[in-house]
């Protein structure tokens, strides 16, 4: 038995779609449902943010999850097994139209709900800043004053320009990646492997 944490959210369509060719059988979460058990696999539907927490403490064996997640939880330790190459997204410093932000400052300020990645892209550069963590409207925050720029998440960027933000710098693209448990990986590994080997030649044949 092999048990998957697969994403809520944005991603989560394609990825059920996904394993449900490798499967050639529907994975369907209804009527609210957050488990479910098609031949020998167990599928979890868990928030984005949780599926690395899921698989490094060994509930799931395998996982997918965004890059930039992954980044994120610096805690969660897991194997990176493939790219998915969906789900694609930038992670951009973006500030108010007009007000760039002013790196001459002792400290800058920053609003972000990603703490770790913001905070690794302003040391290696050297500069100053305070994080200020925030979980949902980050556009909000220049605009009120409450930070000079802000660190988020982008699709097409027009959330961005509907409340008159600009994208300064592109910090890092992302997609989809297939991850796996440590200990998942060796005790279950034929099975893993051959999971990412057809994983891998579908997404070949689909971009053919």
């Known amino acids: ?35 479910v058990e098609i031949e020998d696999f167990t599928f979890l539907l868990v928030r984005n943010q949780d599926v690395p927490t899921y698989v490094y403490y060994g509930v799931a064996d ?11 939880r610096i805690d969660a330790d897991v194997v990176r097994l493939l790219n998915l190459n969906i789900g694609k997204c930038k992670v951009v410093l973006g500030s108010e139209c007009g007000k760039p932000i002013d790196y001459l400052k002792p400290r800058i300020k920053i609003a972000t709900k990603m703490v770790n990645i913001t905070q690794n892209f302003f040391s290696t550069r050297a500069i100053a800043v305070d994080v200020i963590k925030l979980y949902g409207s980050i556009e909000l925050a220049p605009l009120v004053n409450l930070a000079d720029g802000i660190v988020d998440i982008v699709e097409t960027g027009n959330t961005m320009k509907q409340n008159n933000l600009q994208i300064d710098e592109i910090i890092m693209e992302s997609s989809a990646y297939l991850i796996a448990n440590s200990n998942s990986f060796y ?21 053919q």
């Not at 697969?6 to 488990?35: C, M, Q, W, Y």
Request: no cysteine.
């Open 62 to 72: 395998l996982g997918v999850a965004g890059l930039d997640v992954l980044e994120e």
């Open 187 to 207: 005790a279950k590994k034929d099975r893993i492997l051959e999971l990412q080997h057809n994983l891998k030649t579908l997404l070949t044949n689909i971009k």
């Open 1 to 35: 038995m092999l048990t998957i944490a697969l994403p809520k959210g944005r991603v989560s369509d394609e990825t059920l779609a996904l394993f449900s060719k490798i499967l050639h059988k529907d994975i369907l979460f209804n009527d609210r449902k957050l488990i």
